[in-house]
């Protein structure tokens, strides 16, 4: 009989238990972390998520603007949001308003962004141009454009006086007076963006395109846009998302007038609540339906990126 048959089987080794003290020592570390995390998770909690809570309790309830809760009201809250005169004009001007807005200020920052980064002269004295406006509050510059609207004190007062004409007193008027606000307002803003995606992609990408003798175009078609598809992705979801809830450019410029023909959801929802109907509830089951349907917007747009991205 051999040698290694005779000798004892070796047991496995064993692990050192935690001593006391490393583990006290993960406790202290965890709970720095909590500490870290409690002023950001308290601002979550007091300013979203119990406002939240709320409007969804109100939009369940019969909740008049004066006289606070009186008791439940589902599903009347939202039959009534629905049927509302208003609910089905607003959201059809909310998404026309939406698509120019959208389709203006991605093309006009793509636009600025390629100029300001060919450009070398002008660089500087163009990229603070065009971001100079951004810088301004966006009802600031609602009651800026507001005075150069007015018929009485703008500084086209006397033209359209003589031509008869004004910039807010008819629908499309109204709707393009506030589209040329905002581009102006924030066509900086997605320039910057775009500038910030231009730049992120290598030289060497569009020097090898010199190479293969491929033209402006072919290298704008097949290397620009495609590696600016997650700049795109951000942008849309943001010039979406604000563009759906619209308020302050509307609110001071035309009250959702003429006849109520710029009226957007959120100002629907502003109206209902505290002019007419004084009613909260049918207002919180109007935010309600709003915020459901940027879930289900931003949602489709992020999978049709990410689509595009895998295809």
Known sequence: MSAETLSPPTSPPTTPAPSPHRSSRARREALRGWLYASPTTLFVVFVFLLPLLLVLQMSASDWPLLSGNQGWNLPENYVDAVDHRLFWDAIWFTLKYTAITTILLIGLGLGLAMLVQESTRWKSLLR????????????????????????YAGPFADLMQSWGFTFLGTPEGALWS??????????????????????????????????????????????????????????IVLCVTGSLLAFEQ????????????????????????????????????????????????????????RRTDED
């Open 128 to 151: 603070t141009s065009f971001l100079v406006p951004s810088a301004l509050g966006l009802a600031s510059a609602s009651l800026l454009f507001y005075v150069l609207y007015s018929p």
């Open 178 to 235: 506030t589209v040329f606000l905002i581009v102006w307002r924030y066509a900086g803003f997605y320039m910057l963006l775009m500038l910030v995606g231009l730049q992120s992609i290598p030289d060497d990408v569009y020097e090898a395109a010199r190479i293969d003798g491929a033209s402006a175009w072919q290298t704008f078609r097949d290397i620009t846009l495609p590696l600016l598809r997650p700049t795109f992705a951000l942008t």
């Open 250 to 305: 509307f609110y001071i410029l035309t009250k959702g007038g003429p006849d109520n023909s710029t009226m957007t959801i959120v100002q629907l929802i502003y109206n209902v609540a505290f002019q007419g109907q004084n009613d909260l509830g049918i207002a919180a089951a109007l935010s309600v339906i709003v915020l459901l349907a940027l879930i289900v917007i931003n949602v489709f747009q992020l999978r049709a990126f």
